[in-house]
């Protein structure tokens, strides 16, 4: 089985700055994809930055110049690093990724617990 534990989350004020981290464990043998979705009340899911293949990113235009996605992969670790925060950004965050557990597989979509983000005004 495969765990995604995010962390960083919580309580910033309009213009501060949150990092936040997903470390992945379990039987991996490889990742195909990792990043980050966001959920706000009444609204659906969206992709806030996410790695593809290799190293190609790709980022919400909300979010552009603002946030920075960064992993590593030694400790198969995501990062958000998110600053000048706006109340708009205010939701809960959760790690995603596609994941071979075995060679030659196909990869598994997994995703984590999630973690609030509020931005205050």
């Known amino acids: 089985q495969v765990q995604l534990v995010e962390s960083g989350g919580g309580l910033v004020q309009a213009g501060g700055s949150l990092r936040l981290s997903c470390a992945a464990s379990?039987?991996?043998?490889?990742?195909?994809?990792m990043g980050w979705y966001r959920q706000a009340p009444g609204k659906q899911r969206e992709l806030v930055a996410t790695?593809?293949?290799?190293?190609?990113?790709t980022y919400a235009d909300s979010v552009k110049g603002r946030f920075t996605i960064s992993r590593d992969n030694a400790k198969n670790t995501v990062y958000l690093q998110m600053n000048s925060l706006k109340p708009e950004d205010t939701g809960v965050y959760l790690c995603?990724?596609?994941?071979?557990?075995?060679?030659?597989?196909?990869?598994?979509?997994?995703w984590g617990q999630g973690t609030q983000v509020t931005v205050s005004s």
């Open positions: 995603n990724a596609g994941i071979h557990s075995l060679p030659y597989r196909p990869y598994v979509d997994y």
């Open positions: 790695f593809t293949s290799g190293d190609s990113t």
């Open positions: 379990g039987r991996i043998f490889s990742i195909n994809l």
